[in-house]
């Protein structure tokens, strides 16, 4: 009941194009989902959250997608481009749960020329 | 770059050595973090310190032991490794401690291989 699925586990994609990425949850207990990026050999970098009071947040070309009901949330990343090339890894964690983050399982993004 | 700094970046140590990692963080945030990661998975949690205080130990083997000596600073203590430890190994931070759900800023992880 921890766990996040994710999904792809990889994806090319145009340059241009739109890049989305989708993770599921089934703890309803989960109330806080960022996003990570991460290049090859740096850590981690968060780039945008989402709680499940909000059904959207978008920032610059990242926007994410939140569907409570069905216990899923999204990354779209708008107007792809090679810089975007990463691991992208979605994330959940509970109230009162020490801050503690249930990571997905990775997708893999190779944006092409 | 990032605000949490790792040391050293690289490091490749023998069975029976005894070495630390080192993390800092200036950005008064209250709690840090260590994460164990593996080639191609996600991080995986080791240890949570709040307001200096071992909060969350995920089970982790005595032959890693971590130590928080000031709001600032994160040491990880290795000692007797085996291969199987090699991996990256990050430090991060979060402002208020472990209260409530709030972002975690990564360092760059130091690379860890055991001989």
């Known amino acids: 009941q921890q766990q996040v699925k994710q999904s792809p586990q990889s994806l090319i994609v145009q340059k241009g194009g739109i890049s989305i990425i989708n993770c599921a949850y089934e703890?309803?207990?989960?109330?806080?989902f960022p996003w990570y990026q991460q290049f090859p050999g740096k850590g981690p970098a968060l780039l945008i959250a989402?709680?499940?009071?909000?059904s959207e947040k978008k920032e610059g070309r990242f926007t994410i997608s939140f569907n409570k009901s069905a216990k899923q949330f999204s990354l779209h990343i708008m107007d792809s481009q090679p810089g975007d090339s990463a691991t992208y890894f979605c994330?959940?964690?509970?109230?009162?749960?020490?801050?503690?983050?249930?990571f997905g399982t990775g997708t893999q993004l190779k944006v092409e020329l | 770059d990032t605000e949490v700094t790792q040391t050293p970046k690289h490091l490749v140590m023998g069975m029976t050595n005894k070495k630390s990692l080192k993390c800092e963080q200036h950005?008064?945030?209250?709690?840090m973090y260590w994460y164990k990661q593996k080639a191609k998975k996600p991080p995986e949690l080791m240890f949570v310190?709040?307001?200096?205080?071992?909060?969350i130990n995920e089970s982790v083997p005595s032959r890693f032991s971590p130590e928080c000596p000031n709001s600032s600073l994160l040491n990880l203590h290795l000692h007797a490794l085996q291969p199987e430890d090699s991996a990256l190994y990050l430090c991060?931070?979060?402002?208020?401690?472990?209260?409530?759900?709030?972002?975690?800023?990564f360092g760059d992880g130091t690379r860890l291989s055991i001989l």
């Open positions: 703890n309803t207990a989960f109330d806080y």
């Open positions: 310190y709040s307001y200096e205080k071992l909060s």
């Open positions: 991060a931070s979060s402002p208020w401690g472990i209260s409530s759900n709030q972002p975690q800023h």
């Open positions: 989402i709680r499940p009071d909000v």
């Open positions: 994330a959940a964690s509970t109230a009162g749960g020490g801050n503690k983050l249930t």
């Open positions: 950005m008064g945030h209250r709690a």
